[in-house]
């Protein structure tokens, strides 16, 4: 006797076929990077068979997704919460851009890490930024760009990523314990002591002390989920955009050390002519936050 079909199993199906078109996968291309036959996954789409649990993980994985991620989107759908034309918004614009990469050499003279690793960790981050967002909106609530204050907002990324590098660097790091220096510890001999920090548009990096050592920095904006940007602190959107990393090393009397009424505590800041030397490892012009100024932007083209 066939499975009753579940409604929720019969929205991710139909997810799958959007993904796959969307993707430009023939029927046949699809079945082939998810290791079925082209036959059982047109039936699947015709709502003829429902997969079991390990064909639908092939699947997902195949098109780049985590089925708990797909699952997650199908239920909001069948709840209501979310609108299918919206489901992918953010993963059609959260493509990988191995075209940002900048001197690969300097990326691994400075963590050991390559640029594939550099840009599955800002997927990674991308995909747990986006799972939250989804929890947050079908729950009625603001994505987390908008939730959380600024400060808190860049401190919460930065730990994503670190963790997704962590994650993504083939054991070459582990991530320390939260709020233990520094943020990710080497496991090989190729990898480094490793601070990372994380800042808004132009700002620079900065921390509660000055900390000497290696560094890898990124900065970031808020556009819209579909990935459209516009400078400008009234236009800010929800969505984290990752527009540049940074490599090097910086020594205490590279920071400028600030007690400014207000702060909690001293902070320390990365001076400017330091920051602008290190090297730029990743950059996107579309996220880019400053103006159109190409000889103060190197690599802005």
Known sequence: MDEPKH???????????????????????????AGIHRTYLGLLERGERQPTLSVAIQIARSLNFELSSLLLKSELIDAGKLRREDAFAEALARKEKPEC????????KWTGLSSA??????????????????????????????????????????????????????????RNKPHHYPDLIPQKELGRNLELKMALETNRPKGHLPKPGDYITFRYVLGDRKGKYARGKESRGD???????????????????????????????????????MPLVYFDPVYCPFASRKDQYPGFN
């Open 7 to 33: 409604p929720i199993a019969e929205t991710l199906i139909q997810l799958v076929r959007e993904l796959r078109l969307k993707s430009g996968l023939s029927l046949e291309a699809a079945a082939d990077q």
């Open 101 to 108: 990469i900048r001197n690969v050499s300097a990326l691994e």
């Open 117 to 174: 690793m550099l840009l599955q960790s800002i997927q990674a981050c991308y995909s747990m930024l986006d799972t939250i967002d989804a929890e947050l909106v079908g729950s009625g609530v603001a994505p987390i760009g908008k939730l959380v204050e600024l400060a808190n907002l860049s401190s919460m990324v930065g730990n994503m990523v670190a963790g997704a590098i962590a994650e993504c660097s083939d054991g070459l790091y582990r």
């Open 239 to 277: 969505t984290v955009w990752i527009w540049e990393v940074k490599v090097g090393r910086v020594r205490e009397q590279d920071f400028d050390i600030s007690n400014t009424e207000g702060d909690s505590g001293k902070t320390a800041v990365v001076k400017t002519a330091v920051f602008n030397t």
